[in-house]
């Protein structure tokens, strides 16, 4: 049986992987990159999903803003393909839900439904700098 975690440092890889598996190279030009270039995911708001040590899904939240309205996006969210339909999708997004809550976040948006807020959507700040094509911003001199 799998078992929630939060993410730790040794998982990057293996959800970079998931995420290429699950969503592929077309990825990086969709909207919600935008959103997220150079902004970290919310430290405390990465879960993975583990059994006998292996990776099977991975969600990760991005803090962004609405209007003046600071929130989060949810995802990404993939499950490894030969293990989708177990129920593990479901139980990363209620923990990420849960934890966010239990850290005060009062919204949480899957591509649209934005309720309450009003206003354009935006990166919540900048933690890396990059340039337009991803690469980083070096200090000159
Ligand atoms: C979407 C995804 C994460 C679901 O993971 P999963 O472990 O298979 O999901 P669960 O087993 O927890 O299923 C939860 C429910 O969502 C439904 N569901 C699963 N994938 C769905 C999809 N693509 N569209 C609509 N409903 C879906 C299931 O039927 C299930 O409903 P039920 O309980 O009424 O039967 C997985 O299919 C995946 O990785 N897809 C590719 C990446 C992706 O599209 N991610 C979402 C956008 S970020």
Not at 24 to 30: A, E, L, M, T
Not at 73 to 79: K, S
Not at 91 to 117: F, Q, S, T
Request: charged share 25%.
């Amino acid at each position: 049986m799998w078992e929630i975690r939060q993410e730790a440092r040794g998982d990057a890889l293996h959800i970079d992987e998931l995420s290429e598996r699950s969503f592929g190279p077309g990825r990086f030009v969709k909207t919600v990159y935008r959103l997220r270039e150079g902004v970290n995911a919310e430290q405390h708001l990465g879960f993975v999903a583990i059994e006998e040590g292996v990776l099977r899904g991975s969600v990760r939240f991005w803090p962004i803003c609405v209007g003046t309205e600071a929130s989060l996006m949810l995802g990404p969210l993939a499950v490894q393909p030969d293990q989708r339909g177990r129920g593990i999708g479901i139980a990363l997004m209620n923990r990420g839900i849960e934890e966010a809550r239990a850290r005060g976040h009062r919204a949480i948006i899957v591509d649209g439904a934005i309720g309450a807020l009003e206003g354009s959507v935006h990166r919540a700040r900048l933690d890396d700098p990059v340039c337009a094509d991803g690469a980083p911003l070096g200090m000159a001199g």
